[in-house]
């Protein structure tokens, strides 16, 4: 099992409420995607399934964690995304899928006190599984706990948000990251740890897609042109020409998450005008880039205009607003 780092007030409110005999039937672990809520809430499960919730760990050897291991623990189940036949996911998870888990919910615990159902992510699910889930969370079978993933809770129906019991875990902090990674990579060396800690933005996960992907020089063009405001175009030419054809899809959708990131982080200290003109930018650049892909956007011409509001945000060109 991938190990979990950071999360403990998450992971101590739900074990609390076990260890009070007061556990709620439904949580969702809310929070950005990549920063291990699937891998706590199968560390969750676990623990709750193996009645650990005392001690909170449970060893290798205990039998429920060979059958969960091993995908055949009785009293557990867990719905996602199914693979297709050409490999890709499924878009949605199926109504079909929740309503697979009648049997489990109509049945007593087989080997453990408890039934666990995990769903990752809640957000997937298709409406009329959503609203198949939720005839389950208003008359919940006993002793059946649900563990749903969102990395969106708005997107969820507000009667399935409304039978959970919300925690909101936060991106991991620079200690637990770089720990994080060296367990999920032993490759890594450490300057490949800190570059990773540093584009991560909090996320293993994310920081982990991220890898080999140039991010590092994204970033320090971007530097540049909010430096020098780019009077002659050579940075967002650069990025254009890189970052452009069929080879260089995986870096442009890099480049297209990093720009709304760099802005907000270059943005976040002004105040008045200067803050008020940083969000238009933004909120243009935020849009451009999220579009990009599904409208199939020109690649160069995009990189270009996000390069183009990011220049605005030169401490020239603002001096030069308020001269």
Known sequence: MTPVYGH???RGAILDAARSGRLHHAWILAGPQGIGKASLARELALTLLAGEEETGRVAPS???????????HPDYAQLARLEKDNGDLARNISVDQVRGLGRLLATAPSVSSRRI?????????ERAAANALLKSLEEPPRDVVFLLISHAPSRLLPTIRSRCRLLRLSPLGSAD??????AADSSLNEGDVMELTEIGAGSPGRA?????????????????IVQTGDPINEERLALAKSLSGKAARK??????????TFMTDRA?????KRL???????????DLAAQAIPLSLDPAATIFELCTHVAALTEEQEADLFA
């Open 8 to 10: 403990d007030t998450a």
């Open 62 to 72: 205990h039998p429920a964690a060979h059958l969960f291991a091993a995908g055949t």
């Open 117 to 125: 159902i995990l769903i990752d992510a809640a957000d997937d699910m």
């Open 177 to 182: 990251m770089a720990a994080a990674l060296r």
């Open 208 to 224: 982990l897609a991220l890898s080999g992907l140039g991010v590092s020089e994204m970033i320090g063009a971007l530097e540049r």
């Open 251 to 260: 870096r442009f959708e890099a480049f297209l998450e990093q720009v709304p």
């Open 268 to 272: 976040k200290h002004r105040s008045g």
């Open 276 to 286: 008020k003109d940083a969000i238009a930018h933004w909120e243009q650049a935020r």
